[in-house]
């Protein structure tokens, strides 16, 4: 009988995984891959303790798990080998390793569909001392202790029961509900469940839309700069995409083509130079999408980021003829890795909005929309918002202080609040070289290059965010970067 020792157990004690887990996780993987077959013998819960520095219990533990999972069985003499019953792999690898040749994918795909210019972020953002960093999650502010109240409540019995099953096109009614009641009111929009679509993100709401709307025969517009994402999903529709420069009011309602079936804004907090649309363009947009017919998109990705004043109504708060879809998202203000947004719309385009949704990807994950819900409804959402506005201020405060003191241009900022500063660097500044010398100095920024889709040469914009770094590292940090500037 095949006994297996115990040097193939390593683990890490600085890891967050527990020491039970990476015990577990031995050997599961090496049932999984094979190496482990039916039978053999596992080291004893004394010996392998002995072996790894931790204690028997630890080892004892591990074991009786992974027997309740039935990848491990008891043997005589309290001994424990590999179950009869666990799911080793069944097929040998092919002895030529892979195909002889690769196949030429690139003639064959209808792409490319890399189009957009990624913003760059480094997964390690934490470690750097200045992250000036739009969009990444606060844990000092966030309450994750709630959190994981909310996300135990959505596997409590009769939660999990529903979220088990399968949703079809449906969503999560706590959740939609309380967009209905809670969240839209707050922008002046009146919605039924049935106008409510629960959408993986803002970006995947603007993609739905955008197959819904255009295709080759159409014609859109959107702001410059403007997300990279919201440009490469117009293009990949083959619509004809007119390029709106945006000023200190946002878009220009007169700058656009006489001839558009879409216009894709950020009325409230453009994106990316952070300006708000005033109320007298938003009635001039809107008549002139009477006048000429068009559809107008708005994303309404951050006006929860309003302390300095209240927000502007929503566009489509203002709509009286039906032109407005509205796309929201969770993703902002809870954390982007949650990746849940809503597209709000009249009943039968959100019906087929549901339709091409369910091709992709059915639904959104149910724990997540349930978890959500539960954190809405408990007041945590509210008080998250509260905590960020007061610190945000904050940060806002000691942010813009340091720019003038450092006499940086800001080209953009959000009259209510926000959570970043546009700067416009000097002439002949490369932002992209510019954010790797600062990356050397332990200060993060963000490009600007990515936002214009059709810049031919460098881009002297970039982003500075305050939602990722301490109030305390703001002014230190602003110095870097205008000393860097000095000698850019």
Same mark, same amino acid.
């Given at each position: ?38 039978? @053999? ?31 491990? &069985? ?215 999408? &009477? ?143 510019? @954010? ?49 500037? &000095?000698?850019?």
């Amino acid at each position: 009988m095949q006994a297996i020792s115990e040097d193939v157990f390593l683990i890490d004690k600085a890891r967050p995984r527990g020491l039970q887990a990476q015990i577990r996780e031995a050997v599961v993987s090496g049932v999984l891959a094979g190496r482990f077959g039916p039978g @053999a013998r596992l080291p004893s819960t004394r010996r392998l303790a002995r072996h790894l520095n931790v204690s028997r219990l630890t080892v004892s533990l591990a074991y009786q798990e992974l027997v309740s999972q039935g990848y491990i &069985e008891t043997a005589e003499r309290s001994a424990f080998r590999i179950s009869a019953t666990a799911p080793v792999a069944r097929l040998a690898a092919a002895a030529t390793g892979g195909p002889e040749r690769d196949l030429d994918w690139a003639a064959r795909l209808r792409g490319p569909f890399a189009i957009a210019k990624p913003i760059r972020k480094p997964l390690d953002w934490r470690s750097y001392p200045y992250p000036f960093l739009y969009g990444q999650t606060d844990m000092s502010l966030f309450d994750l202790a709630a959190w994981r109240d909310c996300t135990r409540s959505a596997l409590a019995r009769l939660d999990f029961e529903f979220m088990a099953g399968d949703f079809a096109a449906a969503d999560d009614m706590q959740l939609v509900h309380y967009i209905a009641s809670h969240t839209l009111p707050r922008r002046g929009i009146q919605a039924g469940p049935d106008e409510i679509l629960v959408t993986v993100g803002a970006q995947n709401a603007l993609w739905i839309v955008i197959q819904l709307l255009l295709d080759g025969t159409r014609k859109a517009a959107c702001e410059t700069p403007c997300h990279p994402d919201i440009h490469a999903a117009l293009r990949l529709s083959g619509a004809d995409v007119t390029m709106v420069t945006v000023d200190k009011g946002g878009l220009p309602p007169e700058r656009l083509p006489d001839e558009v079936d879409a216009v894709f804004v950020t009325p409230s907090h453009q994106s990316p130079t952070a300006v708000r649309m005033p109320m007298e363009r938003r009635k001039r947009l809107l008549e002139l999408a &009477e006048e000429r017919d068009f559809i107008v998109v708005e994303d309404d990705y951050e006006f929860e980021m309003s302390f300095l004043e209240p927000p502007s109504p929503a566009l489509r708060s203002l709509d009286r003829r039906g032109r407005v879809l509205y796309v929201g998202s969770f993703s902002k203000s809870l954390f982007p890795g949650l990746r849940l947004g809503y597209l709000v719309g009249p009943p039968g385009l959100i019906r087929e909005a549901r339709a091409l949704r369910a091709l992709m990807l059915r639904h959104p994950p149910g724990h997540l929309q349930r978890a959500v819900a539960n954190f809405l409804a408990l007041g945590h959402y509210d008080s998250l918002m509260r905590r960020m506005r007061l610190e945000y201020s904050r940060r806002h405060a000691a942010m813009a202080s340091a720019l003038d003191a450092h006499g940086l241009t800001v080209a953009g900022q959000s009259s209510f609040g926000g959570t970043s500063f546009w700067i416009e660097g000097p002439q002949g500044l490369d932002a992209d070289a510019f @954010a790797d010398r600062l990356r050397d100095r332990g200060v993060l920024i963000e490009s600007g290059s990515p936002f214009f889709a059709e810049l031919d040469g460098p881009c002297r914009y970039f982003r500075m965010a305050y939602s990722s770094i301490p109030a305390g590292r703001i002014a230190a940090g602003v110095r870097l970067v205008a000393e860097a500037l &000095e000698t850019a």
